[in-house]
Every structure is written in structure tokens, then in C-alpha cells.
């Protein structure tokens, strides 16, 4: 099971789920402390903004960042939650739990899974950059993308509200 949930929320949702590994994707300079029953070998922090294009100044997600996520989800040996977290839990971190389901689920289907993405999460509004390096990584020919672009921008909020994802469906 995945958890997506913000920043302020890595706490009390790693405690309420008894997750132990835990997946960080935040800006430069925004710090995030690994609740303690994280061990370290199971905290990957990737610093990139939410940008989709190239910004003066701005760490943009690329193919290293991708890599180093599904690198991470596929050590997972799935006996207990993973919590992905960004800033505000609505972009990178949405992003990011539909490649990792993508990715262990290669028989899902990209539509069904950004559908579901979007039930669970009315805010979602996955980082088109992220899904694009990830789509490419996975030989899933435009699907993703397309599937992302297909549920569109979320609703406005400043941080979404935490919930879980399920790997096979």
C-alpha cells in the first residue's frame, strides 16, 4: 500500500500506518525530519521543485530523480506501507505513487489507475514533468502522460488531503 500525504502530515501518517520506508520529494532547503521508526537505508529524499519546465534557479525533475524512485520501490518488499510525501501532497508525490504503482503493476491500465487517482484524491494533480521521464522509463508510450492529462488539474487547495493507494488495483 501506498501513502501519499504533505509534508505536515509525514508524522502522523508514517505512526498511523506503520509504514518503514518512506519516499521525500521536496524543494532544496525544505527540510523533512525521518520519523525514528524509519530506518535511514529506507528514506530516499529527492530535491526538485514542482516545475515542469526549465526555470532559472529551479531543480526540475529529470531521468536521474525517476530512476533513483523506482530504483527505491523496487527494493520494496511491499510487507509494509510505503508513504510518499511532497510539500503540499498534491503534485509530486501524487506523481510519484502513480509511477510506483505503474511500475510494480505493469499489467495495470494507465487510464483505470489515474481514474482511481483522481477518486482517491480530488486535489491530485500529478507533476506532468515527473510522469513524462517515468512513461518514457517504462516503455509505456505516451499512456501515462496521456492518461494524466486525461483527469486534469485538481481541485484548488493548498495541501491535499492524505490517502492510500493500492498497488494491483
Known amino acids: 500500500m501506498i501513502h501519499v500525504c504533505s509534508l505536515s502530515k509525514v508524522e502522523e501518517t508514517v505512526a498511523k500506518t506503520g509504514a518503514e520506508r518512506l519516499l521525500s520529494l521536496l524543494a532544496a532547503g525544505t527540510e523533512v525530519t525521518r520519523p525514528a521508526s524509519i530506518a535511514q537505508e529506507n528514506h ?83 507533476n506532468p514533468r515527473l510522469i513524462a521521464v517515468a512513461d518514457a522509463l517504462l516503455d509505456r508510450n505516451g499512456r501515462m502522460t496521456g492518461a494524466i492529462e486525461a483527469i486534469g488539474r485538481g481541485a484548488e487547495a493548498f495541501e491535499g488531503t492524505p490517502f492510500e493507494l493500492k498497488i494491483d488495483g
Not at 530523480?65 to 509494509?80: I, P, S, T, Y
Open 44 to 126: 530516499l529524499h529527492l530535491v526538485m521543485h514542482d516545475i515542469a519546465v526549465a526555470q532559472e534557479g529551479m531543480t526540475m525533475p529529470g531521468e536521474a530523480h525517476v530512476r533513483n524512485l523506482l530504483d527505491f520501490a523496487r527494493r520494496w518488499d511491499r510487507a509494509r506501507p510505503l508513504v510518499v510525501h511532497c510539500y503540499a501532497g498534491i503534485s509530486r508525490s501524487t506523481a510519484s505513487a502513480y509511477i510506483i504503482a505503474a511500475a510494480l503493476a505493469p499489467q495495470r491500465c494507465e487510464v483505470e489507475l489515474a481514474e482511481t487517482l483522481r477518486a482517491l484524491s480530488p486535489t491530485a494533480t500529478p
